[in-house]
Each structure stands twice: as structure tokens, then as C-alpha cells.
């Protein structure tokens, strides 16, 4: 995965998950707990960048997090409300994500290599 496509993934995914996270609640019945959506939003949101640029997974996860917290924040200015166990959720999920970044990027590397 090209570096520049990474990079867009990554900005189109924080773009969904602050459209989602700071709307006024809208009931919609989705499967799963909350807490699991916060999961994969946040382990899709780590996962390009940890594949292309695996050295900068301690600033993707740093900036993922604060990303979570600054959502937390604000939360309670849009009529939804703040959850701690949402940032460590998103924490989780940033960690997941980050972590199978790592392992792909590696793969990645051997398969470039072997061209």
C-alpha cells in the first residue's frame, strides 16, 4: 500500500469517525456494543499508516488517542455524552490496529523484497 493512499485512508477514516462521534444521537439499531464499534473504528483508523510508515506507530498511536480524548470532550457540547471507557476503548483499538499494522508492514517489506 502506497504511502500517499495510507495517508488518504487514514484522513477519510477520521473524517467518519468524528461525522459519527459528534452528531447528536440518532438511534440506529446496530449490532454490537458501543464499545466494540470504538474498537474497530480506531484499529481501522492506526492500520494504514502502522503498515506503510511502521517507525511512526508511536506518533500514529499518540495522535489516535489524543484524537479520542479531543472527542470525548467535546461530546457533551453536541448533546451525546462523555465516556471514559469509550477512550480506553478507542485506546484498545488504536493499539490493536497499530500492532496488525506492524505485522503487514513486515510481510509487505519481504514481498517488495522478493521482486
Same mark, same amino acid.
Given at each position: 500500500m502506497p504511502y500517499r493512499l495510507s495517508l488518504?485512508?487514514?484522513l477519510l477514516i477520521a473524517l467518519a469517525i468524528g461525522w459519527f462521534t459528534l452528531r447528536p444521537i440518532v438511534v440506529i439499531e446496530v449490532?454490537?456494543?458501543d464499545k466494540l464499534h470504538h474498537l474497530v473504528a480506531f484499529g481501522?483508523?492506526?492500520l494504514p !499508516? @502502522?503498515?506503510?510508515r511502521p517507525r511512526w506507530i508511536p506518533w500514529v498511536l499518540l495522535a489516535a488517542v489524543a484524537y479520542g480524548a479531543a472527542?470525548?470532550?467535546i461530546q457533551p457540547y453536541v448533546g451525546r455524552f462523555r465516556e471514559w471507557a469509550d477512550l480506553l476503548a478507542d485506546a484498545?483499538?488504536?493499539l490493536i490496529g497499530a500492532a496488525a499494522g506492524l505485522? !503487514? @508492514?513486515?510481510d509487505w517489506s519481504a514481498m517488495?523484497?522478493?521482486r
Open positions: 488518504a485512508a487514514t449490532g454490537g456494543s481501522l483508523l492506526t !499508516l @502502522s503498515v506503510t472527542i470525548e470532550i484498545a483499538g488504536a505485522a !503487514l @508492514s513486515r517488495r523484497r522478493r
